[in-house]
């Protein structure tokens, strides 16, 4: 919500927020000059999460979208691979669905 337009951000008691929250809210504040900030820009949240994106080195695909037939493969209840709608497969120990 933050990063689309929503950053008017309800933090109610500030010494209750900590763990990833802080962490976000300090970076906002750094970008800012400023210890911490609770207001941010959409377009510097987004920057925020996609530096946190290239800190993991997790590989993250926007846009893709799963095809609608045959587009999941399984080996008894476990999920092994996954085709897009372009015809990208992703083969994988684990897959996170985060739409």
């Given at each position: ?35 911490i ?15 946190w ?13 799963l ?33």
């Amino acid at each position: 919500m933050v990063t689309g337009g929503l950053s008017r951000t309800d933090y109610g008691v500030k010494e209750t927020i900590g763990g990833y929250s802080l962490d976000f809210f300090q970076r906002i504040g750094k970008h800012y000059g400023q210890e911490i900030a609770w207001y941010p820009e959409p377009d510097v949240a987004e920057k925020v999460f996609s530096d946190w994106i290239k800190e993991t080195g997790v590989n993250v695909f926007f846009g893709y979208r799963l095809q609608e037939r045959n587009g999941a493969k399984k080996v008894g209840s476990r999920l092994t691979e996954i085709t897009m709608e372009n015809g990208t497969s992703f083969r994988a120990k684990g897959f996170v669905d985060a739409s």
